[in-house]
């Protein structure tokens, strides 16, 4: 999937100095001092971290009308809130992947509570930076496609193709995050590919 990993470095980041602020108001008293506390950690990481689950939120939630924004700054905040919770278990960052994703889940179903839908608005394709016109047109156009096919796509099989294709994340990592075993993850994977190749060919794409 290529052309999907792609598409992560075109999603633009908008500025984030306002979720650093938000954090050292978070931040425990003492936890300075532990040097492999998760608060520490997030805070240390955070201008690493925030990018990526940036990214894999503004993908997620294109066309729904949600702010990725917003859903990422109350990602980082529950992740403070809750950091005694953290086990170790898992690592930090996929942890932080879990709560961002859930944070997604729960935003959703609020809205289609209200709206009776999540898809509350077209398909944003401000949401990613001016492609260079260098890229042939073939290859732009075919990213279009593949932003609007991935907007589509069931939720779960989004996420995952996210987590894998965007983020790189390992098969162990994804089953982490998404709460499934590497079998289910990998044969769910194969299928939300497919469906993302078909839906971008009811778009018109032509392999």
Same mark, same amino acid.
């Given at each position: 999937m290529e052309a999907v990993l792609r598409l992560e470095e075109t999603i633009q980041i908008p500025d984030f100095s306002f979720v650093m602020h938000a954090v050292n108001m978070q931040s425990v008293?003492?936890?300075? +001092?532990? +040097?492999?506390?998760p608060e520490k950690l997030l805070k240390d990481n955070l201008e690493a971290y925030y990018p990526r689950i940036y990214r894999a939120v503004a993908a997620y939630t294109n066309g729904t009308g949600l702010d990725p924004a917003?859903?990422?700054?109350?990602?980082?905040?529950?992740?403070?809130? #809750?950091?005694? +919770?953290?086990?170790?278990?898992?690592?930090?960052y996929t942890w932080l992947f879990r709560i961002a994703r859930n944070?997604?889940?729960?935003?959703?179903?609020? !809205?289609?509570?209200?709206?009776?839908?999540?898809?509350?608005?077209?398909f944003d394709e401000r949401l990613y930076e001016q492609?260079?016109?260098?890229e042939p047109f073939e290859q732009r156009e075919e990213n279009k496609l593949l932003r609007q096919a991935l907007s589509l796509l069931d939720e779960e099989l989004k996420m995952l193709i996210i987590l894998k294709d965007l983020q790189g994340m390992k098969y162990h990592e994804i089953s982490e995050v998404m709460d499934l075993n590497e079998g289910t993850v990998k044969s769910?994977?194969?299928?939300?590919?497919?469906? !993302?190749?078909?839906?971008?060919? #009811? !778009?018109?794409?032509?392999?």
């Open positions: 008293a003492g936890s300075e +001092t532990e +040097t492999t506390s917003d859903i990422t700054q109350d990602t980082f905040l529950k992740a403070f809130r #809750k950091a005694d +919770t953290f086990q170790g278990s898992s690592s930090v944070t997604c889940i729960d935003a959703m179903r609020k !809205l289609k509570s209200v709206t009776g839908t999540v898809i509350d608005s077209n492609e260079s016109e260098q769910r994977l194969f299928r939300a590919r497919l469906q !993302l190749k078909q839906e971008m060919i #009811k !778009l018109g794409y032509r392999p």
